[in-house]
């Protein structure tokens, strides 16, 4: 791990906000120079700091209003079990997200779908026939913020 200076914090939080910009842009805000802003992102990408950039899709506006969070414990344990649904869990493009969590269940999902309807096609046709898939609680997402992390 490098150790981060204030200058350092301010461009993280900076590519956080917007991750399109560039380090010209950066520079300016910043009152550095475009040189000094690019070796300083180079050295964060470097340290595995700065693991990529992503682009938000706003899922709504793609036709999918609705979020679903699932609990999901396995029926079967055992590392070929956990690895089959993995693979399998990945493959279903309405799953967005799949975290191996510890607690009450073994995985965390982020579903999206078009409406009740198309989740519920999904978690039935798609989900419930996963290898080693036991118990799933379902939680809709109503609203979402976003929060600043730990950078403030």
């Not at 978690?123 to 950078?151: C, Q």
């Amino acid at each position: 791990m490098i150790a981060l200076d204030d200058t350092d914090r301010a461009i993280l939080k900076a590519l956080v906000a917007d991750a399109t910009q560039g380090a010209g842009a950066i520079s300016r805000a910043l009152g550095l120079s475009q040189p000094a802003a690019w070796r300083r992102i180079r050295r964060m990408e470097e340290a595995g700091i700065l693991a990529g950039r992503r682009i938000e899709l706003a899922a709504e506006k793609l036709g999918f209003g609705v979020t679903v969070f699932l609990g999901v414990k396995l029926a079967t344990k055992g590392r070929v079990s956990l690895e089959d649904f993995e693979r399998a869990v990945t493959a279903i493009p309405e799953v967005q997200v799949v975290q191996h969590v510890l607690g009450l269940y073994d995985y965390r999902l982020r579903v999206t779908a078009r409406d009740i309807a198309d989740f519920e096609r999904v978690l039935r046709r798609r989900i419930m026939t996963l290898p080693g898939i036991g118990n799933v609680e379902a939680n809709v997402l109503l609203s979402e913020e976003r929060l600043a992390g730990p950078l403030g």
